[in-house]
């Protein structure tokens, strides 16, 4: 049975791997649950700062990173350089569309990349252990809200 993570989950299962639940590391994982967004970790520390002013972003380290270790985070990578987080929604295996403008992220499964990758482990001889898909580009909303490439020029005096 297919479960997203909540907030009450996620501690549950910390709990349940014997993980201590301190205020900050709670704070940790609320700021997660609560965003519809990937967080870059300083994201999270501001977050979390808002509601308890003993959190260090040390702690919002070493809490993400037991996190991604335990499958519950997803992490991306937009830039190259830097990384940002979210609660895994949906809890299986899936691939992102990360708009390069606003930085949003939609999450999406295929079976398609699946098949993608029993093709090519069969005709390579690969074994695959994973794959990563990531699609970059400019969401609808960024689209819908950027000036024209007629205005563009305009603008930089481009006939």
Same mark, same amino acid.
């Given at each position: 049975m297919k479960t997203t993570n909540t907030e009450p989950g996620i501690l549950n299962k910390l709990r349940a791997r014997g993980y201590k639940l301190t205020p900050q590391r709670r704070a940790v994982?609320?700021?997660? $649950? !609560?965003?519809d967004r990937h967080m870059t *970790?300083?994201?999270?520390? !501001?977050a979390t700062r808002e509601e308890?002013?003993?959190? /260090?972003?040390v702690t919002v380290y070493r809490t993400i990173r037991m996190l991604a270790e335990l499958g519950l985070v997803c992490e991306i990578s937009t830039d190259g350089h830097q990384r940002s987080y979210l609660l895994r929604r949906p809890p299986e295996h899936h691939h992102h569309l990360v708009c390069s403008s606003c /930085?949003?992220?939609?999450?999406?499964? &295929? &079976?398609?990349?699946e098949r993608l990758?029993?093709?090519? $482990?069969? =005709?390579t001889g690969f074994r695959i252990d994973g794959h990563i898909v990531e699609f970059v580009g400019c969401c609808a909303q960024c689209r819908s809200s950027a000036p024209s *490439? =007629?205005?563009?020029h305009r603008q930089r005096g481009i006939a």
């Open positions: 994982v609320r700021a997660l $649950a !609560t965003s *970790p300083a994201q999270v520390h !501001t308890r002013d003993d959190v /260090g972003l /930085g949003c992220v939609v999450d999406f499964v &295929s &079976s398609d990349v990758q029993s093709r090519l $482990a069969r =005709e *490439p =007629e205005v563009v």
